[in-house]
């Protein structure tokens, strides 16, 4: 069975997808971790576990790797929200491919049987809707793509 361009496309996506979760979840949990450590640091100095010094050091050190952390998590999310946008116009052109599909062996049945009738409308209806939806999607990615290469240029 030979997997189409799209199914792969799509399957690239949602390996994409998985590894940004864990990547985010990764991201979070280090945050988290920086955000315990700034809190706990000022009380080793109150019981003299620490230096000031050193201890206004680390914490120095911690907020730079937590706003990094934090930076990186913003950038992974705006990946993360542009690869599903496209994994989702993707999912939109395989349902339109598949309700031609089934529209055309419809209309080559030639019934005329008023059930027959009614989901060929009903697919025509769902084709013609969603073809738009999908067409702007990819319109809108394609000038973005167009815009930030033609941008690239420009800087060079």
Excluded at 139 to 153: A, M, Q, S
């Amino acid at each position: 069975m030979a997997i189409s361009q799209l199914e792969q496309a799509m399957a690239t996506l949602r390996l994409g997808l998985a590894e940004m979760r864990a990547k985010e979840d990764h991201m979070d949990a280090l945050v988290n971790q920086f955000r315990t450590q700034l809190r706990r640091l000022p009380r080793q100095v109150v019981y003299g576990q620490t230096s000031l010094e050193s201890s206004l050091t680390a914490m120095g050190e911690i907020e730079e790797r937590l706003e990094d952390a934090i930076s990186n998590r913003r950038r992974l999310l705006a990946i993360k929200d542009t690869a599903t946008q496209e994994l989702e116009a993707l999912q939109l052109l395989k349902r339109v491919d598949e309700a031609r599909s089934k529209l055309a062996s419809l209309k080559n049945g030639n019934s005329a049987d008023e059930e027959v009738q009614a989901e060929i409308r009903q697919l025509e209806d769902f084709i013609a809707a969603n073809s738009r939806q999908a067409e702007q999607a990819i319109t809108e990615r394609f000038k973005e793509r167009t815009e930030r290469t033609n941008g690239d240029r420009a800087s060079s």
